[in-house]
């Protein structure tokens, strides 16, 4: 996961740890969240059952159920706080179009990263606490990568 996350942060430092179920519970800086990044040195948390998520996920793509395809989703939203976004909702926006290349470099065949890409923008994304109207195609928030989410819309 680290490897993935540096290249998609444009190859910033940063660490990606999976915490123990100890390490979770205990955790009392961001216990409500299920991963975090520190900013300024780019280490990722997760907490440890957000990481069996993205796990169960990449074993097993076609059959992952909601939680688990969106646990890829959290893997590219704290990579876009790597690359030093600090705003919820660009960082969000930032993710989604980078949704379906980091299925690619997880491995996920493309028939499934493009399917749970565009899933996640249409259904999962707009009940997001961090939804914006602003993150859609051709608009000021569009970074028109050459492979987009957006692309298969």
């Known amino acids: 996961m ?3 996350v540096h ?3 444009d190859f910033k430092p940063t660490d990606v740890h999976c915490q123990t179920l100890g390490e979770s519970l205990f955790d009392r800086t961001r216990m409500q969240w299920a991963g975090y990044t520190f900013i300024d040195t780019g280490d990722v948390v997760f907490k440890a059952y957000w990481c069996k998520y993205l796990k169960n ?4 793509p076609e059959g992952a159920a909601d939680r688990e395809r969106y646990s890829l989703m959290l893997l590219v939203h704290e990579a876009m706080h790597v690359r030093g976004e600090r705003n919820e909702q660009k960082t969000e926006c930032q993710a989604i179009q980078r949704h379906y290349r980091t299925a690619l470099l997880l491995g996920v065949p493309e028939r499934l990263a493009r399917l ?3 899933k996640n923008y249409r259904e999962q994304y707009p009940r997001h606490p961090y939804y914006s109207a602003a993150c859609k195609p051709d608009s000021e928030w569009d970074e028109k990568l050459s492979d987009s989410t957006w692309n298969f819309l």
């Open 116 to 118: 749970h890409s565009v």
């Open 2 to 4: 680290t490897a993935v």
């Open 57 to 60: 996920y990449l074993a097993d």
């Open 7 to 9: 290249e998609l942060a």
